[in-house]
């Protein structure tokens, strides 16, 4: 069945650095791709989305770019900041199964000061 | 204007009781996603609804649990005869016809 793999963490950066974090993913058919984010103790917010290959989402500073070649949707933003602190989720849904989103395993990401 | 709302928030029970959860989804949303979260990993679907009808459960652990949504809006959650594994948040989010979908804050839920 479909699934999304991300990289594990937790993830620590300095502020201002350059954060990437990898999603990839498979999948039967034409998924859309997402990024949700959940701060502390606050319930999932999506962050961006793509629909299709080559669709770049992007929200916030952050991006992915949707890469049906190497099946990847990975997360990145130029400078991070400690507000940026939060767990972030990779997800995939394909229509033809309702929409239902599977997700990654999560990425807690702490930024310092 | 009103987001998702789940209820209780927060819900311990002794192993062997029945549990409800609510979720009271954003007004005129066609579908609704119910989902289960244990601690350190990624939600993991359970079942979802277009108005009342269900249109999938294949993600239902076991037959301890079941969903409804008699009127097309309000949804419950039942789980019978609870046991420790089932402690985890429970998600759930609606949208409007496989547009995106808007979480509600979860509801914690804890066997003893």
């Known amino acids: 069945g479909d699934s999304v793999t991300q990289m594990e963490g937790p993830v620590t950066l300095s502020e201002e650095a350059f954060l990437t974090i990898n999603c990839t993913y498979t999948?039967?058919?034409?998924?859309?791709l997402f990024w949700y984010v959940q701060y502390p103790g606050e319930g999932l917010q999506l962050l961006l989305k793509?629909?299709?290959?080559?669709d770049k989402g992007s929200n916030k500073g952050f991006e992915a770019t949707y890469r049906k070649e190497t099946t990847s949707f990975h997360l990145e933003k130029g400078s991070v900041q400690v507000s940026d602190s939060a767990v972030y989720f990779c997800?995939?849904?394909?229509?033809?199964?309702?929409?239902?989103?599977?997700f990654g395993q999560g990425t807690e990401l702490s930024v310092k000061p | 204007g009103a987001g998702v709302s789940q209820s209780p928030r927060y819900k311990v029970t002794k192993r062997g009781q029945d549990v409800a959860l609510r979720c009271d989804p954003i007004?005129?949303?066609?579908?609704l996603y119910w989902y289960r979260q244990a601690l350190g990993q990624g939600p993991e679907f359970l079942t979802y609804?277009?108005?009342?009808?269900?249109?999938?459960k294949s993600g239902l652990p076991n037959d301890r649990f079941s969903a409804e949504r008699p009127e097309g809006s309000i949804s419950t959650l039942t789980i019978q005869r609870t046991e420790q594994r089932d402690s985890a948040m429970y998600r759930c989010?609606?949208?409007?016809?496989?547009?995106?979908?808007?979480f509600g804050p979860g509801t914690r839920l804890t066997v003893t």
């Open positions: 989010a609606s949208s409007l016809a496989y547009g995106e979908q808007y």
């Open positions: 609804f277009n108005y009342e009808a269900q249109q999938d």
């Open positions: 007004s005129g949303h066609v579908s």
């Open positions: 997800a995939l849904s394909d229509d033809n199964q309702g929409g239902k989103l599977i």
């Open positions: 999948a039967t058919g034409y998924p859309s």
């Open positions: 793509a629909t299709k290959a080559d």
